[in-house]
């Protein structure tokens, strides 16, 4: 057998190498990835939260570097101010009529006319209506008649009186019929009062025919038409006419607050009292106060007051309903800031102050009275110092503001639309991009 020659060894192919090369920079690949998410985890969860307000010290989504893209909080700042101020007391009010009156017939008939309008102001004595006065006529004349013939029966019988004196004084006659004659005048007299008085009640009941308004004031709806027959037992009326100048209103307050209303009413002064509508924003009317209720309720513990108004443009309607001021003093001098800036919280009745340095610092107030939208500062304050009105949800003490002037809007979240573009605005100027 011969002897077969050795082959020469084949070297590796080029494939093989060049798989084995993607194979490694694969694996290279997947270790830098995982180093670095690895690198990305552990600084995130050792990164500190960002500080509330956007304040000093505070980091940004950014990590290292944020401090570029920090912004002072904007606010809007109003600076306590020395003035006088007034104290009410408020309350809810209903307006009521001075004189109510349901105009009534006192006689029984036809009702031939009406003689006013519907909602007429009318004064006291004109005339409303007319009832059909024929029969008030008649039953006048009759009495007047009657006292006629009763008038001439008298004046006879005094006659045959004089007479009779005469004769009884020359001792002609007897002396009982002097006094019989006597007796006679004397009833008669009595029958012609009486028939004085009947007439005197037909000429009423004929005057009672025509009805007129017994106040001024504003008439209501007509209850009767014309032409039916109205009687005096009606209870409905004929219309209802409602004294609209002057007008009174009725109000309660607590009687925590009585001493304050009583002090000045028993040293002689007039309280003012102010009218306004039921959203408490426009003001209707001013009055005087009148008069307090002799007792408070004791299941409520309020107490009644009433209050006088001239209501010359009858802007107040009975029954309406009002929100009541009633001015019980006046605060000089006190130190007022608006009552928006008042926040409530842990500390109490703070306000935020902002320094000279445009940081803020947290103030805890002694309120007074409160007028609308002021309120008085008793303690905590001073004229002159400037208080955050605006933007107040992401500040604390010693934040950095930024003070807004004029008519820019002040966001009042945190991540408002001013903070975020300028927080877009400092990443642009970072970065080097130019805004679009």
């Known amino acids: 057998m011969a002897d077969i020659p050795p082959q020469p060894e084949r070297a590796p192919s080029s494939s093989m190498s060049n798989g084995k090369k993607k194979r490694r920079w694969l694996w290279l690949a997947i270790a830098v990835i995982l180093a670095g998410a690895g690198y990305w ?7 500190p939260a960002p500080a509330a307000g956007g304040g000093p010290g505070a980091r940004g989504p950014a990590g290292p570097g944020a401090a570029a893209f920090q912004m002072p909080t904007p606010v809007r700042v109003v600076a306590a ?8 007391i408020k309350a809810l009010g209903t307006v009521t009529s001075y004189n109510t009156v349901t105009v009534r017939s006192k006689v029984d008939g036809e009702l ?16 409303l209506v007319q009832i059909d006065p024929r029969p008030y006529q008649v039953a006048l004349a009759q009495a007047q008649g009657t006292l006629e013939q009763n008038r001439a029966q008298l004046d006879n019988a005094r006659r045959d009186l004089e007479r009779y004196q005469t004769l009884y004084a020359q ?13 006679l005048v004397r009833q008669y007299e009595g029958t012609l009062k ?13 005057d009672y025919t025509r009805v007129t308004a017994p106040i001024s004031g504003r008439l209501g709806l007509r209850q009767v038409d014309q032409g039916n027959l109205v009687r005096s037992s009606d209870t409905n009326g004929l219309v209802i006419i409602t004294q609209t100048q002057p007008i009174s209103v009725l109000f309660t307050i607590a009687e925590g607050d009585l001493p304050d209303v009583l002090t000045p009413l028993r040293a002689g002064k007039t309280l003012t009292v102010q009218a306004y509508d039921r959203a408490d924003i426009r003001h209707i009317a001013d009055g005087v106060l009148t008069t307090v209720d002799n007792q408070i309720d004791t299941t409520t513990g309020t107490v009644k007051l009433k209050a006088r108004f001239d209501n010359k443009d009858e802007s107040l309607f009975p029954n309406q309903f009002v929100n009541v001021r009633l001015h019980v003093r006046t605060l000089a001098g006190a130190t007022v800031i608006p009552t928006g800036a008042v ?16 940081t803020v610092a947290l103030r805890v107030l002694k309120l ?12 905590g304050l001073k004229p002159g110092d400037r208080v955050v009105v605006e933007g107040v949800d992401r500040l604390r003490d010693g ?8 008519t820019e809007t002040v966001p009042e979240a945190a991540g408002g639309q001013l903070q975020r573009g300028a927080n877009q605005g400092a990443r642009r100027r970072a970065t080097g991009r130019a805004a679009p």
Not at 112 to 118: A, G, I, N, T, W
Not at 171 to 183: E, L, M, N, Y
């Open 194 to 206: 009486t028939n004085q008085a009947a007439v005197d009640n037909a000429r009423l009941q004929l």
């Open 112 to 127: 031939l006319k009406v003689l006013f309008q519907e909602g007429q102001l009318v004064k006291a004595g004109d005339l």
């Open 399 to 406: 934040a950095q503001v930024q003070v807004v002037t004029g």
């Open 368 to 379: 007074g009275p409160a007028d609308g939208e002021r309120v008085a500062v008793l303690d």
């Open 81 to 88: 101010r020395a003035e006088d101020m007034k104290v009410y």
């Open 343 to 358: 926040q409530r919280g842990t500390p109490g009745t703070f306000v935020y102050v902002v320094k000279e340095d445009n």
């Open 41 to 47: 985890w552990w600084h995130a969860s050792h990164r």
């Open 171 to 183: 001792d002609s006659i007897a002396r009982q019929q002097v006094d019989t004659q006597t007796a």
